[in-house]
């Protein structure tokens, strides 16, 4: 079984009209995506954040989980909450994991386009299941992860089809639904 | 193909204490909720709660995504809020999906615990698929559903298991989870 690592990215990002931005923090993208990252075993999730009062704010926000009241008020939240680490660049994230399992993870993300080296679901839980190389697997906020950077990194996820053309999930949802097709029970298999 | 209504129960609710209260909206439960239903062409999506206060707020809400600005500023948003709808109680999103179809739905919900009619992923997942009858899919907030009203349900799907034992997601990623596994594409048949 690989580790599982997922970094949630907010530079260099596109924002509505296609200008490459950094995007703000949001308080329910840590909280709600830390849950979910717990839940499926994720052992590091990464806020990807190069300013300076974004990572200050970030801090001051897992401070009071790690370290601080909401470690008393509610462990369960404070047990996800300790996973969490601001980081600059999507690089770092990426140095990090190497310093922890002394291998480069495979870089993957998501995307509404189809790529050469876009892969199905089914490739990547195997790969998760199988493989020894870790795995970060990156989203972006906002409008995307900018163009250059897409090409860099080593496998694409198909887009997430529901049930119909409508495709405007919001990345905590996307994560979630991610998270299961990727490191959930093998509910399909049950009767 | 049986159609799919989903409730988000704000009372009777379980808080901290395990007394029954109602439970405060939250915005985010309604947009997040909202865009991963319309993804999974859930027909109506009923934001249920008896208070006169939350009822106001929440029309205040939909009203400025259904007919006020917010349809121009982002128009992919206001489809997923069009099919929001304010109800007072679970027998009223009954009633109306009964108006709507003519059949009186399923009234399914999740729960940690396991029950004499608690079913698998897959076959409710086949319900759906095959099945007539409409089904009305209900998510607690707070600490969960008041136990008597539980008791009055068709069906109780399985809790979610991700990779761990870990079991805090909030709602908003529960919803998405399982619609996936109900509604979503069938990409664990994919290689």
């Known amino acids: 079984m690989a580790e599982l690592y997922v970094g949630l990215v907010h530079y260099p990002i596109y924002n509505k009209r296609m200008d490459v931005i950094a995007s703000a923090v949001t308080n329910f993208d840590i909280h709600d995506i830390a849950r979910t990252c ?36 509610n462990p369960d939240r404070a ?28 870089i993957v993300t998501t995307d509404a386009r189809i790529y050469p080296n876009t892969v199905s679901y089914s490739f990547m839980r195997k790969q998760l299941q199988e493989g020894e190389k870790p795995i970060l697997l990156l989203f972006g906020t906002g409008f995307g992860i900018e163009a250059e950077v897409m090409k860099s990194f080593d496998y694409i996820l198909e887009p997430v089809y529901g049930s119909c053309d409508y495709n405007h999930l919001c990345v905590r949802s996307a994560v979630a639904i991610i998270l299961d097709r990727l490191a959930g029970e093998a509910w399909f298999e049950k009767q």
Do not use: C, F, N
């Open 38 to 73: 717990r839940t499926y075993d994720v052992k590091q999730y990464y806020l990807i954040h190069p300013k300076e009062a974004q990572k200050q704010m970030i801090k001051k926000i897992l401070h009071y989980w790690q370290e601080g009241y909401g470690k008393v008020y």
């Open 79 to 106: 047990d996800a909450l300790e996973r969490v680490h601001w980081l600059e660049d999507i690089e770092a994230a990426a140095k990090d994991i190497e310093s922890r399992t002394g291998q480069r993870p495979y």
